[in-house]
């Protein structure tokens, strides 16, 4: 096949399966995005030519998605919680297990609220986007340290309307003013062990690495969170982290040195533990009282 044959949309998805081994979905999402059209377009015309720049955008995408490159990095689009993202490579791509970080979130703040909460590591905005839009009246803060991620996170709320999701450029809790107080942090942070063998596989290498990975343990930016956001909780404020799945036991351990209260683990819909969360630890006067106590 070369780019100045003509070429149907039927073919051109026949040429994916059949030369690329393309998943049929896959091929259809790509096609939609360079002819810019719905998927449902590609039934309703499969005669229609694609013009020499589509034959070429198409054939580009194929190489690329051939070669690992997610599908998500080359539609620049991503759905999460039925809300449509843009992603780039500065961003990790939302994964639906990140979905039961959401649906923890809202379960813990009350639909009519203000409550103040905190994203950090936003990446593209995902988490705090669906927050927004299902919590219109909370406050929402989102932290990213790097600068590309925030700007693409920026844009995304202000495609999707939401004004009241303010942005802020920085490491994980020293983003946050010092005395500012929120009554639910929650982050998605790098978890995967580095040198993980799963980093060179799934689309993993097209990935922000300072996304996915955290020192030898996968659990090293996990502990400066759990550090780090007492000063930053309200009294009855909640610490929500999504971890590895094989992560459950370890981080409820750091949750409970640290001193939170009413720390438990919770499984996405695979069945994986997926995220523990905790209460502020007790200031540091009440603790200090009842270790007196006999
Ligand atoms: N769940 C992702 C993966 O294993 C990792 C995401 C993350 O590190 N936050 O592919």
Redesign the pocket.
Known sequence: MTPDQPLSIAEALQLAARTHHLPQLEAQVLLAHVLQTPRSHLYAWPEQPLNAAQRIAFLTLLERRQQGEPVAYLTGQREFWSLSLRVTPDT?IP?P??ELLVEQALALLDPGGDARVADLGTGSGAIAAAIASERPRARLLATDISAAALAVAADNFRRLGLRRIETRQGNWCSALHPGERFDLILS?????AEGDP?LLR?G?PW?PAT????GAD?LDDIRRLIGGAPDHLAADGWLLI???LDQGSAVRRLFDQAGYLETSTHQDLAAHDRLTRGKRPPAIGAESKGNQSP
């Open positions: 990790l994964r297990e990140t998605n942070p790098p978890y995967v799963h799934d993993l990935e996304a996915l990975s955290s996968g999504e971890h590895g």
